[in-house]
């Protein structure tokens, strides 16, 4: 595999205890970089796998729906680490209602976790970024700033925020050399998506022209991708869509045997 120069980087992890944080924290220690990884829930497995790559790993507890929170864990990794040098946005939450069933407490929980969380953190980390001359951030999204889906308003709204935001921060941090970028999931296996159903799951997988859901080890690669500096010195501000090809989103108006026998020549 390609070097991407991140040994001895510095790396904060949001919802890394799980699902595609998860996978990408294993592969920043697998590159050789020190990672805080942060989450709700414990994560000592997850930490002892970090640990065995012979890198520095270490664990904080947060809830980034409360700005609090954020503050507290953006100044305890750079504690533990000495400095953030990478800081990875992915932290998620989907508590999806009807538009006519919209809680207060729903929407605050999911614009808070989803987006405000991000606003927080990379105000801080920027903080520390100039300070030390550079840095690199990357945002998970969805293509769900791309797709509407039923009953998911708050969800939606909250990760088309992301992209707008994840602009005006890349605009800002450049002058100081700090490289913000985007990668865009489709619909991964993760805990935030098992909850879907056989039934919602077939279909689904009918939309996706692989016809197959990800793994979040398929995203890892990209995510180094962008967060390197060695590979990626003059991309920022980019969205890179990782999905099977669900944003494509093709109208139903052929079977997968039409699909197979149109590009053979037959």
């Not at 990357?138 to 707008?164: C, D, F, M, P, V």
């Not at 080890?217 to 390197?228: D, M, V």
């Amino acid at each position: 595999m390609m070097d991407a120069g991140l040994r001895g980087k510095s790396a904060l992890v949001t919802g890394g205890g799980t699902g595609i944080g998860r996978a990408i924290a294993l592969a920043l220690a697998d590159a050789g970089a020190n990672v805080a990884l942060a989450s709700n829930q414990p994560a000592e497995e997850t930490i002892r796998k970090l640990k065995s790559h012979g890198v520095r790993a270490s664990f904080i507890s947060a809830d980034v729906s409360i700005e609090a929170d954020v503050q507290r864990m953006v100044d305890k990794a750079a504690s533990q680490l000495g400095s953030i040098d990478l800081y990875v946005n992915n932290a998620a939450i989907a508590d999806h209602q009807p538009v006519t069933r919209i809680s207060a407490d729903a929407w605050h929980r999911t614009l808070n976790t989803n987006l405000s969380a991000c606003v927080f953190a990379c105000r801080e980390i920027c903080k520390l970024m100039i300070a030390q001359g550079g840095g690199s951030i990357l945002i998970i999204g969805s293509t769900a700033q791309y797709n509407q889906a039923y009953g998911e308003a708050s969800y939606h709204i909250a990760k088309a925020g992301l992209r707008t935001y994840k602009n005006t921060l890349a605009l800002e941090m450049a002058p100081h050399g700090i490289r913000v970028n985007m990668l865009v999931p489709g619909h991964f296996l993760t805990p935030l998506t098992e909850g879907i159903g056989d039934e919602s799951a077939s279909i689904l997988r009918g939309e996706i022209p692989l016809r197959r859901f990800g793994g979040p080890q398929e995203l890892t690669a990209t995510a180094l991708l962008l967060l390197s500096d060695r590979l990626s010195p003059y991309t920022t501000g980019a969205e890179f869509v990782v999905d099977g090809g669900l944003s494509l989103r093709p109208l139903p108006l052929v079977t997968d045997e039409q699909i197979l026998l149109m590009n053979r020549g037959e």
